[in-house]
Structure formats: structure tokens, C-alpha cells
């Protein structure tokens, strides 16, 4: 016959067996002789954690190995357990009830928590262990009778309230999946609501107090507290409206649980053209209480912003720039549009003003607007030119005198610079004021130096031609720079004069402007050398249009017939009108048959040139009477000396 072996699996079923009919029979023993000193009856062993701690549960028998037997019923009926305190009582040397830390914060949170993990049989969070309460009790025991394991009460209570706001969370949490959220958005959003989460809480926790939710739990008066605030659509709709889920989170905060103020005035912001990307901003940053503002107030203030030269259509834009302005009181802001007016700003200034910049309205103070504008007047300037200076350039009123303003007047009073100067440039470059001198300012003025501008010429420089300083070092100083020293021939010991008689050509395009004028000098025959010599001399010739220079160049060369030499050597020539002054003039010394060169000719006033005429035309009539004067005596000699009469006439003419 064939032997039959049973797989290994089957032994370790048999094995299995067999300890467990083992560890119920010894059970059984036990139960019948209940003299016999044991602990409780273990009735599964899962492992050894769960057999550690079920091990130290207390005894149930009496110092003398007796069971006692309950003073009224069956024993049958009667707990096989008594109370810690009272087998304490009987015997001091009982061991107490008592759990790790760590365990006992498991139990809170297990009995806490929303949804509780699976369990299987044998689990140290099964039934068989002790509830929360008897937990609790047993420790309030514990502490008054030993004080082995003191623990602060506070403490507890904090860590109970920290797990009703993981609770609140995450039934949130889930109202948030239902409103199609994603979870990542949903975490990143609550994690931004504590106080909101606390509200809830609040709210869900007084709703046992009715009679309808007397018996329902704590999730279920959360979620309905969350469903009856429509917070989630809420969140929705503002999230359609362009806002992201900080601000969204912030002005949930903000409303303190009237969350339909935040839909009002997001409906309010949209009717005066605030545009949806600007409206969390402009929100967060109107002032805690905007969400408390009637909207009649905030009416008002528009329809006067209105009434002074701000139009309907800019109110969104001066808003969303300026959202401080909605938490002024009407008188505030009346105050703040009468001090602009009163420098004699019309109606069309203050409303552009306003345009350009909004802040000027709401985030100086009254004090501070003052004495800035007291500031302004020390440079020579009234209220009236003050009020012109602000409205064409409102972004002084953002500078701090004490950061901005005095260092840049130090600074430019060292380099030369007197009031009157700075007045002027400040009058035609108000933006310079509003520059740090340290960061725009310095390093411009060091490069010029670098360039050999003298020291008491950059003062004069800045003052003849103040935008200079407002173009970029990297992006239009330097690049002209190097045109003029590689394109136009301006050699390394005239590029500081260049840049001190011209500053003005750090303003022209070199693409449009420098690049076309010296290629038209250059077709006119001038080599690159005398370019940059003519440049020297006169550095407005590369300003100046193609336009301009062709009828002047033609009129020199084929009415005037003079040389191209004569152009070189003044090119001053190009900046005169021609119809005013060159041909006027030219026609003059025809007429009186007179010649200048063209510097004598043209560099002169008007006086002057008749002047150099009349002296011209008397000297050739002194030089032409002399002549006449001589002729009768050559004539005579002539006549007696025929031999000689032909070597003088060779001679005279």
C-alpha cells in the first residue's frame, strides 16, 4: 500500500490545533477551580504586545485566594471584575489599572478620530479593551491615591480639542470631495482655516444642546454646520472669479462666519470694473473690516471720486491700485481730494493724477503729504507749481524725504549744482527725485568721469539736459558711447567733450538717428577722421534729419559754390535756418560784392552782419578809389617814358 504523508501546511494546521485545545483545556481548569492564583482568562493569543497588555490587567482574587462573592444575586450574573479602587482598598499590594502614556493618547485619538482603521480579531484596539471613560477614570484614580503618574489636565484637554480639529478637517475635508475639489486643494485650503475649523467646531459642539441632534454625533452636527454656511460653493465661485486659495482661505477668515458678505462685495467690485485677478487683492488689502462696510458707503466714495475728474470706467483700476481707499470714511476721503485741490489742480489734473497714480489718495497721511509739498516749495517753487509738478508727476509723493530726497540734494549740490539748478530739473525730469541716487544716479556720474568729462562740467551737463539720468547705463549711455568712438570717428580725447557739449545725443535712437546721419556725412565725401572733428567741434550735427541737412548741403555747394573744406571746418553751419538766415544773408553780400567765410557770414547777429558788410564795401571803395587816384600819374609817365610805359602797366595789373 502507498504511504500517505500530509503537506507541510496540514502539520502546521495540526500543530495550531493542538496548542489551542492545550491553552482551552488549561482555561477550563481554571475556570472550574477558581482558588487557583491566575490571571484572567486569556481567552486568544495574537501576539506578544496583545498578550503583554492583557497580562497586566489586575487580579481578580483576594490576598487569601478566594473569590468574592457578590452580596446579592448569582454568581453567574455578576461581573468577575471589581472596581480598582475598591480592590485597592482590600489590598494594598493589588496592582493598579494603569497604561503607557503613549497607549492611553492611542485610545483618545481611536475614540475620536472620523473614520477608525480596520480592526481584526486579537487587536489591542478590539472591545475587550476598556473604554475612554473607565480609562480616564482609572487615571483621575490612580493620580489621587499614588500620584506615580501625574499628568496635567489642560494638557489633555488641549490635546482632546487638537483631535476635534483633525475631526473638523476632515469632515470638511470630505464636503470638499463632494464639491468635486481635488484632494491636494482641499488640504492646502483647510490647512489656511483654522479659525474658520474652530468656528465649526464651536457651532457643531452647540448643536447637542438641541433636541434633534441630542443623540447624533459629533461628524454629523459638523458636517451640517459646513453644509448650512454653502461654504463650498462659495469656494467654487470664487475660484471661478480668478482667486487662489490663500486669499480665498484669508477671506473666509476675515468674514468671521458671515461668509455672504464676501459674495456682496465681490458682486460690488465687479460693477465698478474691478477686474476678477485684481479682486483678492483688492479685498485682502481694503482692511479687516471692509467685509462690515455698507455698500451705500462705498457708493458715495465713488460717486465723488466721480463728481472731482475721475472717470466711471478708471474707478476699477484706482481701486484695485489703491484698495486702502475703501476703508476711509467719507469725510477722509473729502479731506484728502480738497487738499489736492486747493493747489490749484482743475478737475481733468486731479483726475489723471489719480490715474496714473492711486496711491497718492490713500496711502500717505494727511501729516505727511504736508510736509512734503513744504519740501517741494524750498526749491524756489509756489503752490500753484507744486500742484502742476504733482499732477504731471504724483509718484513724488511716494518718496521719503528723509531717504530719498535729502541724500539725492547733498549729492547734487557736491557735484556743482546750485537751487536754481536743481529747481530746473526738477521741473523738467520731476523723476529723478524719485531715483536712489546710490543705485541710478552714482555710477552714471562715475562713468562719465571715467570718460574725461571735467568735474565742473558734469554739474552742468546734468542741469542742461536732466534725462540724462533717467536712461540706463548698460542699455543707451554706454552703447552711444561706443558708436561714436567706432562708427562716427570720435577719438578717445574728444569723447569727454562729445558727451559735455552734447548730452543730448544720448537721447537719439543710434539705429534711426546717429547710424543714418553718419552714413550721409560719409556719401558727402567727409572722411571718418574729420567726422569725428566736426562732431567734436559741434556734437548737435548727428541730431539733426536727413531732412534738413540735404537743402542746406545743396544750396552750399551749387548756389554759394563754396568747398566742401568750408563745411568741415564750420559745421555749425547745418544748425542755421535757410530761408531765414543763409539765404538772406548770401543774397546780401552778392548784392554788395562781398565775401565771408562761413563762420564770419553766419556766426553773427543781424546788426553785426550788416556792420562787417558796410565795412567790406568801404574798404573796397577806399581800395577802389586808390586806384583811381594813381591811374592819371602812370598815365603821364607813360606818355614821356614810352620805354617804361609797359613794365609799369605789367606791373599795376
Known sequence: MLSYSPPPCLHLHLHRYARSTTISSSLHRQLNHPTTQSPDPVLRIHNSKTTSLLHRQPATTTNNNKTENPPHGNENDQPQHRDSSQATEDNPQTPQFTLPPQEKQNILEMSLVTKRPPQFPGSIYSNSLPSLQSVLQTQNDAQRLENDDEEDEEVMIRRALEIRRKVTAEVFKGAMK???????????????????????????????????????????????????????????????????????????????????????????????????????????????????????????????????????????FVISRCPRLLSYRMEEVKARVEFYLSMGMNENDFGTMVFDYPGVLGYFTLEEMNEKVNYLKEFGLDTEHVGKLLAFRPQLMGCSIEERWKPLVKYLYYLGITRDGMRRMLTIKPMIFCFDFETTIAPKVQFFRDLGVREDAIGNMLVKFPPLLTYSLHKRIRPVVIFLMTKAGVTEKDIGKVVALGPEL????????????????????????????????????????????????????????????????????????????????????????????????????????????????????????????NAPSCSSTAQGTPGKTDGSSLSSQ
Open 506 to 629: 544720448f537721447g537719439c535712437s543710434i539705429t534711426k538717428t546717429l547710424d543714418v546721419n553718419v552714413k550721409y556725412f560719409l556719401s558727402l565725401g567727409i572722411r571718418v577722421r574729420q567726422l569725428g572733428e566736426m562732431i567734436a567741434n559741434f556734437p548737435k550735427l548727428l541730431r539733426y534729419k536727413v531732412d534738413l541737412l540735404y537743402p542746406k548741403y545743396r544750396y552750399l555747394r551749387r548756389t554759394m559754390v563754396r568747398p566742401l573744406q568750408d563745411l568741415i571746418e564750420f559745421p555749425r553751419f547745418f544748425s542755421y535756418s535757410l530761408e531765414e538766415r543763409i539765404i538772406p544773408r548770401h543774397k546780401i553780400m552778392v548784392e554788395n560784392r562781398v565775401n565771408f567765410k562761413l563762420r564770419y557770414m553766419l556766426a553773427c547777429t543781424d546788426e553785426e552782419f550788416d556792420e562787417r558788410v558796410a565795412d567790406k564795401v568801404e574798404r573796397r571803395r577806399r581800395f577802389e578809389s586808390g586806384l583811381m587816384e
Open 178 to 316: 463632494k464639491g468635486k475639489f481635488g484632494i491636494t486643494y482641499s488640504t492646502n485650503l483647510v490647512n489656511r482655516l483654522p479659525e474658520f475649523i474652530d468656528n465649526v467646531m464651536i457651532e457643531a459642539a452647540a448643536l447637542k444642546r438641541l433636541p434633534e441632534f441630542k443623540d447624533s454625533t459629533f461628524n454629523l452636527r459638523a458636517r451640517v454646520v459646513i453644509d448650512d454656511s454653502n461654504v463650498v460653493p462659495l469656494i467654487r465661485w470664487l475660484k471661478h472669479n480668478s482667486l487662489s486659495y490663500p486669499k480665498i482661505a484669508k477671506l473666509i477668515c476675515m468674514s468671521k462666519g458671515n461668509l455672504y458678505s464676501i459674495r456682496r462685495l465681490v458682486e460690488w467690485l465687479k460693477t465698478v470694473h474691478v477686474k476678477g485677478e485684481f479682486i483678492g487683492s483688492t479685498l485682502l488689502k481694503s482692511g479687516d473690516d471692509i467685509l462690515q462696510r455698507r455698500i451705500e458707503e462705498l457708493d458715495e466714495i465713488v460717486e465723488y471720486l466721480e463728481s472731482n475728474g475721475v472717470r466711471r470706467d478708471w474707478i476699477g
